[in-house]
């Protein structure tokens, strides 16, 4: 930077690029809530430009600047994120491994979670460093080179990445775009004015650039706000997961008979003030006929996951004593884990252990959907669940009439579904004592319905899974523990407690917890939550002799507004706002540039090919300004028109040009190249006149179509050229 006007114009460029590069990195706020990302990307803002102005005070370091900027950014990261890492201020090798980590790491470890992240270090890291490289090589590509469109593009980058992690979504989109728009603009214009010789931006320049500008900020609004099909925004986080060390896993459904040979050994103990029906270990929702097992999908549990709207709020201590890894107890909703970090997959509400920590303890806050009995027996099932209706393996011939049987014949609602629970529950008994049953396949299942009619919670729930999915009902199994009835104090669950259920998906409920044993109930005549409310609906049930279809909601009958094809009127102006947005950038991206590619072809021409092409270039300039053209006017004629209409300053350089041309038409010998390079320094003469008229004759002169098709020329005298040569 010099001093003077260039240098507060370089100052201000230099702020410009570096306001973009933080704006784009506030744009991951939503994956890590604000404040945990606006003080390390404004600490690296602020240490970067510091760095631009020491080493502009001290020339001997301008060599050096990017490794002075990287340096000094780190450094701030350390003390501002990783200062704890530190003894007394000076960072220390942790401090660096963490640095390492956050770059190496980070990124992933915040795909495998829930948002909003836990804003801890080796998380958040990645997004400063993101800031800091794209801050350092815009101040780079504007400093070294004069490039202010492309020292925008490593904060366009950043931005870009953000919307990739987490597609702002309508009126936020808009307001990031706005808030990129300004600091762009000033790059544009203080660079520009810098970069220019008459002081005053380009217009093909800025008119390259503010579409680009532009385009991010509605791509992050249509991606974030319009959604044509009806689907959640793609998002990076989609295609990843925590891993697991699935050698560990073992399945809590084999060990039911075992845990109630031996009733009294305490498996954790929990405190709440209100009571707690029971907790699930695990969900299985895969049968190939002989094993269950989980489509576990968990992530890393970051600060809060969402509930439903309206739902009721629970809160429970837990102590684990002796459970297998990586299973912990939980509910179907949970809304916050504080204690420790597990792993939990959002679609069940399994919690798994991260790591080995002996007896764990925490605090466990869930969710519980709001609903009653009536509600609840006229409501219709969610075929679409995950895992609700998923395969069976070979189903044996016997097994499949009896489910018709099962449920009278009735189709899939959740009426259907407590018939079949009552079914099982009058019709087969749970077994007690010793020598209990075993085993939940296909086997074990068609000689528990069809031969003994006794067995554990382990082969009603089993029964139950896949006798509803053959009628259509989705239903899902679960392991884990009863609860209790009792409301406040401290309560110990033990091997005796352990219970299978089945769950059956339901359409704005969620999974509803059924008890087809009845051994859940044991615990006292209170049931809270939903199982209570399902408990009470199957009272409502009528005998299997007064059974009517439910009337089911109908269908919404199709909008009176609804296009021939079946697309609606929201769905038609989704479309139409897409077509007319994407032609409007496409207008003001294609005609610029368009000219530009024409104006860049002329110029490679040589000879007498290259004096027309100036010609032709300086014609069609002053036809997109306005000035008046006809067939038959010499180059005479139009720079008297172009006088008249913008100045003497384009009326001398247009009557020289008419002389070169007159003497590469007309004089017999051959052109030399010198002749079009003397062609077109008139027309740069031209284009800088054309600069001091107001920015709305530029503007339009920029993105104009009608000065892209050239005019039909017929072969004239003197002034003039051939018909074709029309096209140059």
Known sequence: MTGGDSGVLNRLAVAGVLGAAGVAGVMFA????????????????????GCVELCERFPVLGAFRPAVALFGGVLGLIESVLFPTTIVGLPTGESISGIVKGLTEGWQLTLQSTWPARPEPELVLFVPLAVLVAAVLGVELLVRLNKPLFALVPALAVAGLAQAYHALPG?????????????AALVLWAGGRTASKSGRVSVMG????????????????????LDPVGRDPYRLKDGYSAPVQRNRISSPLNEIASRMADPDHEVFRYRSDRAVDRWGLVVLDRFDGANWSSDVRPRRLGVRLDGPTGGARRDAEVWVDDLPAPWLPSQAIPTGVQGISPLVDQDTGTLLLDGDVERPHYQLSWAVPQTDPDALLGAAVDTKARGGLGDLGAVPPDIAELAGRAVQGLRPSFQSALVLDRFLSTNYQAEVGKDLPTGHGWPQLRHFLTKSKRGTSEQFAAAYVVLARLNGIPARLVVGFRGSSQDGGEHVVRNGDVLAWPEVAVEGVGWVPLDPTGSAAAAGPARPDLAGVAAKAREQLPTDSELRPPKLPDPPPPAADSAAGGVTWPRAGVIASLVVGGSLVLWLVGVPSAKAVRARRRRRRGGADGVIGAWAEARDRLRAHGVPYRVGMTTRDLAESAGEVTGERTRLPMVRLAQV??????????????????AWDEVTVVRGALRSRGWRSRVWAAVEVRSLVPPREESRGRGGWRRSDAGA
Do not use: Q
Not at 30 to 49: D, I, K, Q, T
Not at 171 to 183: G, I, S, T
């Open 171 to 183: 009126a936020v989109a808009a307001l990031a775009a706005l808030a990129f728009a300004v600091p």
């Open 206 to 225: 800025a008119w390259l650039a503010l579409p680009t500008v532009v385009a991010v900020g509605v791509g992050a609004l249509v991606v974030g706000g």
């Open 30 to 49: 939503p994956v890590f809530g604000l404040p945990a990302v606006l003080l390390p990307v404004l600490v690296v803002v602020l240490v970067v430009y």
């Open 661 to 678: 041309l007159d003497m590469a038409l007309w004089s017999g010998m051959p052109t030399a190249d010198s002749a079009a390079s003397r």
